[in-house]
């Protein structure tokens, strides 16, 4: 079974702090690893996915096989990074459905 | 961008109606069609698969009956809430794929918020 797990309900940093936002997944295949993204009344939307090993909005995320985590990073937060942040996977390959995790809340104070 | 939109934004039924909320890409076509289902301060939870032109896929423990799905066009699906109950109250949301890309990107709609009453 899929399954995705984001361990921080709420991450809590001043402006400026480093930012890491925890990830971890469980499935027996090759897993594709999404990031998205859910800003105050507006809609989901991508944030970044690990084929595509860029960097969006100054975040990141490496997959790490080994450790089955997608952990999301971004050295200096800033305030309008405050949002719930969904981590989300899928099997690889056609369109197949997204499996989200319970959400990560970052509040970044100025 | 790709747009997703859905109607109603917002509705509230009395318990034992049905109510029906429309998802639609506005500027591509999307063979395939996710609905889910948000409760307050939860994870969205994948309840159907939509595919255009033939029967929805639907995920362990939602009931078939109860959420018709119908996605009739390469720019619409419905959900459908028949003999809705107060506990069906939630917010729904739908995303859509682009047929013409390779993308693995899903376009959330903006999610229609259901009270039953």
């Known amino acids: 079974a899929q399954r995705v797990t984001q361990p921080e309900k709420l991450l809590s940093v001043f402006k400026g702090a480093p930012v890491e936002l925890k990830c971890n997944y469980s499935y027996s295949g090759s897993p594709e690893l999404f990031w998205y993204v859910q800003y105050s009344r507006q809609r989901l939307q991508l944030l970044l996915r690990?084929?595509s090993r860029e960097s969006i909005k100054g975040f990141t995320a490496d997959l790490n096989k080994g450790e089955t985590s997608f952990h999301l990073k971004k050295p200096f937060a800033q305030e309008e990074d405050s949002a719930m942040y969904y981590c989300?996977?899928?099997?690889?390959?056609?369109?197949?459905?997204?499996?989200f995790g319970t959400g990560t809340r970052l509040l970044v104070s100025p | 961008g790709a747009v997703v939109s859905q109607h109603p934004s917002w509705v509230i039924c009395k318990s034992g109606t049905s109510v029906k909320i429309e998802c639609r890409s506005l500027d591509f076509q999307a063979t395939t069609m996710f609905w889910y289902r948000q409760f307050p301060k939860q994870s969205l939870m994948l309840m159907a698969t939509?595919?255009?032109?033939?029967?929805?896929?639907?995920e362990q423990g939602v009931e078939k009956d109860k959420f018709l799905i119908n996605h009739a066009s390469l720019t619409l699906s419905t959900l459908t809430v028949t003999s809705a109950h107060p506990e069906d109250s939630s917010f729904y949301i739908c995303s859509a794929r682009d047929v013409d890309t390779l993308s693995y990107e899903q376009y959330f709609g903006p999610g229609t918020r259901l009270t039953v009453t």
């Open positions: 989300a996977l899928s099997k690889k390959g056609g369109f197949q459905k997204l499996v």
């Open positions: 939509s595919n255009e032109g033939s029967k929805a896929t639907y």
């Open positions: 690990h084929i």
